[in-house]
């Protein structure tokens, strides 16, 4: 039997177990698993955002970038790409991309927003507001669609970094990719 501490660790880390690392990517890159996560394991968190889209009409919003929460065991040090999609500036978001297979995981693709209320095969609520209708509030307001017409709900001016859809004819804001794991 193992002790609790094994699996959740004390403030501070002491007391044995594991402690929680974190990366954050605001920008395109690599993540580098150690071998100390490796030999942890490998567990992972994955938190991947697209870029946001831009509307291109008045009367349809934007769609906010698709957010995926995906865990995953790594089994090497191997480089992983990272990429980061870019807001619309036109029309739809870029995609963002945890390239995990490289290093035995997974990889995992959050599709950019999609310019006049298009969602093809989007797992997150990111829908833009139309009719004077709320817009889809994303995962933890990160992917949140945007506004029609102003006076819509949705955003308006999105965060940086939040793959939030710009509201009328403002641009949508780059994704993000959020990493966890435990050594």
Not at 5 to 13: E, I, K
Not at 53 to 78: A, C, D, H, K, Q
Not at 108 to 113: I, M, N, R, S
């Amino acid at each position: 039997m193992s002790k609790y501490t094994d699996f959740f660790p004390l403030a501070g880390g002491g007391g044995g177990g594991l402690t929680p690392k974190f990366q954050e990517f605001t920008s395109s890159g690599t993540f580098t698993p150690s071998q100390a996560l490796i030999d942890a394991g490998g567990y992972i968190e994955t938190f991947v955002v697209g870029g946001g889209g831009r509307s291109t009409s008045s009367t349809n919003p934007p769609v906010g970038g698709e957010v995926l929460i995906v865990p995953m065991y790594l089994t090497s040090t191997s480089s992983v790409s990272v990429t980061v999609g870019a807001g619309a500036t036109s029309s739809s978001g870029g995609n963002s991309v945890f390239s995990g297979a490289s290093a035995g995981g997974s990889d995992v693709t959050a599709k950019g927003g999609q310019a006049n209320q298009g969602q093809d095969n989007h797992l997150s609520p990111s829908w833009g507001a139309i009719d004077n209708n709320t817009a889809g509030n994303g995962v933890f307001g990160y992917g949140a669609g945007g506004a029609g017409i102003q006076g819509d709900g949705g955003v308006e001016t999105p965060l940086a970094n939040s793959g939030q859809a710009g509201g009328n004819f403002i641009n949508g804001a780059s994704g993000i990719v959020k990493l966890k794991w435990f050594e």
